[in-house]
């Protein structure tokens, strides 16, 4: 099992920029792909942006290209994500994922879970 920890979350006003961390913990073998979800209130969770561990291919959100840029650091153990011209709509619970087989946008291929970070994007 991974253990995660996000930071970095907090109130920003629109057409600012955040930058969340996730710090993992455990065999590198589980952590094939790790990605970011994030849950409004109220909503489903929905996926954000993913990373392969490997060769750092990257999926997003189509709504945040072009806004946000997934990384990872290998070496470090961690994964951020970088968030530029916020919106309103992006506020919500950020959780780190990782998974041990699949690049996806689908919860359920992803086995383990950070406590999640806020992100609130005022007006």
């Known amino acids: 099992q991974v253990q995660l920890v996000e930071s970095g979350g907090g109130l920003v006003q629109a057409g600012g920029s955040l930058r969340l961390t996730c710090a993992a913990s455990g065999r590198a073998f589980d952590m094939y792909a790790m990605a970011w979800f994030r849950q409004a209130a109220g909503k489903e969770r929905e996926f954000v942006a993913a990373?392969?561990?490997?060769?750092?291919?990257?999926i997003y959100l189509g709504s945040v290209k072009g806004r946000f840029t997934i990384s990872r650091d290998n070496a470090k153990n961690t994964m951020t994500l970088q968030m530029n011209w916020l919106k309103p709509d992006d506020t919500a619970v950020y959780y780190c994922?990782?998974?041990?087989?699949?690049?996806?946008?689908?919860?359920?291929?992803?086995?383990?879970w950070g406590q999640g970070t806020q992100v609130t994007v005022s007006l």
């Open positions: 994922a990782t998974s041990a087989h699949f690049l996806s946008d689908t919860p359920r291929h992803y086995e383990s």
């Open positions: 990373i392969r561990r490997s060769d750092g291919e990257t």
